[in-house]
């Protein structure tokens, strides 16, 4: 069965910092897509960035990247010129690209705080 | 179009009481999910379907069962329940895009069910 761990229950950084938040993974796939997705305090899941495991080119959507090292099983967000509107919980997602399985499970979130 | 809309926003049982969590997305979207978040724990996974008259376990299924009629409504129920199914309860469906293989990938989540049990 596959995994997603999220080791930084809580995380805080300053306004206009860079974070990076860590996320690991467990599976015997080779094909499969990898997510993160933030959850502010309204309580809506907004997704951030995706990644296809066969893509070697590392995801970015503008302030936001990820480094992606597959035989790590690594995937961890990169966030540039934090804002305050940064402040959330951050998940990771996992979900494999065999067409019979839907699943998708995430890991337990990082909680984001933007110091002033 | 309104996503994904969940029924109710807030509910308070007593253990042994039954009820039922409704789901209905508007975008045709083929695979929805039931997850529970509890602090601490993250979003799990309690069952999921890929498409109409299907449905598989996820992470945490027992205590729960669940009902996909048609492809806009996926629904969650409780027969007998327990204070450890306090919990804020989501339902998402997923949209794809591609032919073979998808693209676009992307969750739509509803707004969320926080229900008690005394």
């Known amino acids: 069965a596959q995994t997603v761990t999220q080791s930084q229950p809580e995380m805080s950084v300053q306004e206009a910092e860079t974070v990076t938040l860590s996320c690991t993974y467990d599976?015997?796939?080779?094909?499969?897509?990898l997510f993160w997705y933030k959850q502010p305090p309204s309580r809506q899941m907004i997704l951030v960035i995706r990644?296809?495991?066969?893509?070697?080119q590392n995801a970015t959507e503008n302030r936001f990247s990820v480094n992606f090292q597959k035989a790590a099983k690594s995937f961890s967000l990169k966030i540039s010129d934090s804002q305050l509107g940064d402040a959330a919980m951050y998940f990771c997602?996992?979900?494999?690209?065999?067409?019979?399985?839907?699943?998708?499970?995430f890991g337990k979130g990082t909680r984001l705080h933007i110091l002033p | 179009n309104a996503g994904v809309t969940q029924t109710p926003k807030f509910q308070v049982l007593k253990t042994g009481q039954s009820m039922t969590l409704q789901c209905a997305q508007d975008?045709?979207?083929?695979?929805m999910y039931w997850y529970r978040q509890d602090p601490g724990m993250g979003l799990r996974l309690i069952y999921y379907?890929?498409?109409?008259?299907?449905?598989d376990k996820g992470e945490v299924p027992n205590g729960y069962n669940v009902s996909r009629l048609n492809k806009r409504e996926f629904s969650l129920r409780l027969e007998s329940a327990a204070p450890s199914q306090t919990s804020v309860y989501f339902c998402?469906?997923?949209?794809?895009?591609?032919?073979?293989?998808?693209?676009?990938?992307?969750?739509?989540f509803g707004s969320g069910t926080q229900l008690s049990v005394l």
């Open positions: 599976t015997s796939e080779s094909d499969y897509y």
């Open positions: 997602a996992y979900r494999s690209a065999n067409y019979r399985d839907d699943k998708i499970i």
């Open positions: 998402a469906s997923l949209r794809q895009e591609g032919f073979l293989r998808a693209t676009n990938e992307k969750l739509f």
């Open positions: 975008m045709n979207h083929n695979s």
């Open positions: 379907s890929a498409s109409e008259g299907t449905t």
């Open positions: 990644q296809e495991a066969y893509k070697q």
